[in-house]
């Protein structure tokens, strides 16, 4: 078989700049279903466009972005269908204040798979209580702690059933006896077989829940490898310079 | 010496509200009370109160004034909703970014650009005087008709810019929020944009529905008999000008609790939706 045919995403040659600046510089890399990939590398590497480019919300300029073997990033291409089996969530949550938590997981089944509201609402409930927000459900996101709002952003997330997960830096805004409560749901994620992406500063995470760490830099894969040997043998000289600048800064 | 229970912090705190609350009371007994005092003293002041605060003709024209201003209402209550609704269509066109609708942008810019720029006194007489001078027959040469749709017109443009403004004010992050799970484009704008845009502008939309109210008042320049133009037969009649001032009176019992009515429901919205009141 084809790499394409086994790889659930394949990112090809995959390019894109903001005008002068080269953001993503030719990407390749296959994800195998029920894999976790974590992309890790200083600020500005790329990591989170990659991610939005992958969900779509940014257009690539060069490459192509496969989903089970169909390119999703064809030029023209409605966007929609793809985005469904595609959960992303961000850093900053991007809740939606005027909806309750509830509304927030139920919105995009009802809208965009036409469940009916009650179909919809108990499937929201239900992965409210699996994780572990049930008392929450009619409040509001600015009335939850920023563990609690993220937590809601995965549910509403997996309310649409996606195949893929990307996961952009979502513990950075989170105090860091917060950050535990996301992490669990992950690791949640993952014995679930669920694929997954995710952008990360948690090194220690990185280590312990994916199956190959990958190092950007200046929007180029330069390593990719699992966690034991990425961390204990970085072959690249820039990802030993920046594992080494992570340890000094004690965050290994 | 501190009251048990209170810390110096407390008490001193409280000591300053008490202060401002004096000092706030005492300048205002003693503006009052200058002007109670000086005015009077005014050569003129004797004419003026009786030509402007007459009592017996405010008693006798009153009622009059309040019937008439029940026109003002109607009017006010059949262009609202218009106001809203045709704001809201042109806020959402100027707002659209596919490039096949960019005529429909132009058209929504070039409308808020025209007619945010004539004064509404002005539209209302060119479209109230103009209309009906194609000639046609009744009932739609009727200056309600026409005053009104001056009124949508004019005021649609500000509503249009209040909507736009709000809807450019919710966070790109909502927007990707939304279209990453699969809601489309309208979608978006309908269940995630729009309610956040209206939330945060019905403060500036009220005041322009207040203004509003205030602004039937100049349909009576195109003949129908409302408030305004009552209060000129009065005037007229009894040779004295208090049935303005009670014109104004009118106005004002109801456009004042009509805003901090609006106040009223905003401090609830916003403490429905959020954790902690800042001081």
Request: aromatic residues 8%.
């Amino acid at each position: 078989m084809s790499p394409e045919m086994t790889a659930k995403i394949s990112l090809q040659d995959v390019r894109k700049s903001f005008g002068a600046r080269h953001v993503l510089n030719g990407i390749n890399l296959d994800v195998k279903p029920s894999e976790v990939i974590a992309f890790i590398g200083s600020s500005g590497s790329g990591k989170s466009t990659l991610l939005r480019c992958i969900n779509l919300l940014e257009t690539i300029d060069d490459g192509a972005i496969l989903l089970d073997g169909i390119d999703i990033s064809e030029p023209g291409i409605n966007p929609d269908p793809y985005r469904r089996r595609i959960g992303m969530v961000f850093q900053n949550f991007n809740l939606f204040p005027h909806m309750t938590v509830l509304e927030n997981i139920a919105l995009a089944p009802r809208k965009v798979l036409g469940q009916s509201k009650k179909e919809a609402n108990d499937h929201a409930r239900e992965l409210i209580a699996r994780l572990g927000l049930s008392d929450r459900a009619d409040g509001y996101p600015d009335q939850l702690s920023g563990g609690q709002q993220q937590r809601v952003a995965i549910a509403r997330s997996l309310a649409m059933n996606p195949e893929v997960m990307l996961l952009d830096e979502i513990t950075s805004a989170l105090d860091p006896e917060l950050v535990g409560e996301v992490l669990d749901v992950v690791r949640e994620l993952k014995s679930n077989g669920m694929t997954m992406l995710l952008a990360t500063h948690e090194m220690g995470f990185a280590r312990e829940i994916s199956d190959r760490v990958c190092f950007l830099h200046q929007g180029q894969v330069l390593e990719c490898a699992p966690p034991s040997e990425f961390f204990s043998q970085p072959k690249h000289e820039r990802t030993q310079q920046f594992l080494q600048r992570v340890t000094d800064a004690g965050r290994l | 010496m501190s009251q048990p229970g209170v810390t110096r912090r407390q008490a001193f705190e409280r000591r300053q509200k008490r202060r401002s609350v004096l000092i706030a009371l005492t300048s205002t007994v003693i503006v009052i009370g200058l002007v109670v005092a000086l005015v009077p003293q005014t050569p003129g002041w004797y004419k003026v109160k009786r030509s402007f605060f007459n009592g017996e003709v405010l008693s006798e024209t009153f009622s009059g004034l309040l019937s008439a201003f029940v026109k003002d209402i109607q009017i006010f209550l059949w262009c609202a909703p218009c106001i809203l609704i045709w704001g809201m269509t042109l806020a959402v066109c100027r707002s659209v970014r596919t490039p096949a609708l960019f005529p429909l942008r132009l058209f929504a810019a070039a409308y808020t650009d025209i007619f945010r720029g004539i004064p509404v006194i002005l539209t209302i007489l060119l479209v109230g005087f103009g209309v009906p001078g194609l000639g046609l027959g009744r009932p739609w040469n009727s200056p309600y008709i026409w005053g009104s749709v001056a009124l949508v017109l004019a005021y649609s443009s500000y509503v249009a810019e209040v909507f736009r403004a709000g809807i450019e004010s919710v966070h790109e992050s909502q927007r990707a929020g939304a279209r990453s799970l699969g809601l489309s484009s309208a979608q978006t704008l309908q269940f995630v944009i729009l309610p956040q845009a209206v939330r945060r502008v019905i403060p500036p939309l009220m005041n322009d529905f207040v203004s509003l109210q205030k602004d039937v008042a100049l349909i009576s320049l195109i003949g129908p008999i409302e408030i305004l133009r009552q209060a000129g037969i009065d005037k007229s009649k009894y040779a004295n000008f208090t049935p303005y001032v009670g014109a104004a009176i009118i106005f004002l019992l109801l456009t004042i609790p009509e805003t901090r009515f609006v106040d009223h429901l905003m401090t609830r919205e916003r403490r429905r939706t959020s954790g902690t009141a800042v001081r």
